[in-house]
């Protein structure tokens, strides 16, 4: 069985430009989380989908995140103006709908430099 | 806001030593996950413990849930090389929700 994927895997942009991350689930996992690890900081959730839902977006920075999940497979997170603080590594996670350890099972991530 | 301590944030150990890592909170949470993340990788979960005062063994990593699902500790007996790495707590609510990760300790084992 596949596992999460993310796509790129680096992505290095000018502060004021726009970058699309991607990231496809575990086939048949319902539920799909992005997390947000920044320099020196923990891992912190941005938010969160129930198929093509957005169950809670609490974590979100800004409105420069828009984050969507057409059809309830892969999700996108486009970052739209860049700043400088928006570096880090980006973490997309699934889980089973019914898992009630709330187990979830990470890819591998996308390194965003904003310069 | 929850949070979660974890301590040391760095561990620097020769081959055949022991050691516990530390994961407290003020909170209580539902399950208590434990991460190991290699250098360009996501997280990949090695255990869930669920039951205040359990203990999970993994080989020669075992893992305990405090008694008031607050906090849980990480022990592994004979450190090999193999062990390097950032180990991850994650604290977790009910299903479907976010999980709360602590900063992580990275642990260098040395042969």
């Known amino acids: 069985e596949a596992g999460v994927t993310q796509f790129p895997s680096h992505s290095v942009i000018e502060k004021g430009q726009t970058v699309t991350l991607r990231c496809d689930p575990i086939?048949?996992?319902?539920?799909l989380y992005w997390y947000r690890r920044v320099m020196g900081k923990e891992i912190k959730f941005l938010l969160h989908?129930?198929?093509?839902?957005?169950?809670?977006e609490s974590g979100m920075p800004n409105n420069r995140f828009l984050a969507e999940r057409t059809g309830g497979t892969y999700s996108t997170l486009k970052v739209q103006p860049a700043e400088l603080e928006d570096s880090g590594v980006y973490f997309c996670a699934s889980s089973q709908a019914r898992d009630s350890l709330n187990e979830q099972y990470f890819g591998p991530g996308t390194r965003l430099t904003v310069t | 806001t929850q949070l979660l301590e974890q301590s040391p944030q760095f561990l620097s150990i020769q081959e055949g030593e022991n050691l516990t890592v530390y994961c407290n909170s003020s909170?209580?949470?539902?399950?208590l996950q434990w991460y190991r993340q290699e250098p360009g990788e996501g997280p990949v979960l090695l255990v869930t413990?669920?039951?205040?005062?359990e203990v999970k063994k993994l080989k020669r990593l075992t893992f305990q849930f405090g008694d008031a699902r607050k906090d849980s500790s990480l022990h592994i007996t004979a450190a090999q090389p193999g062990d390097t790495g950032l180990y991850l707590c994650?604290?977790?609510?009910?299903?479907?929700?976010?999980?709360?990760f602590g900063k992580g300790t990275t642990l260098s084992v040395s042969s």
């Open positions: 994650a604290g977790a609510g009910q299903a479907g929700t976010a999980l709360i």
């Open positions: 909170s209580v949470f539902s399950s």
């Open positions: 086939s048949g996992h319902d539920n």
């Open positions: 413990v669920v039951t205040g005062g």
């Open positions: 989908f129930v198929k093509e839902s957005k169950q809670d």
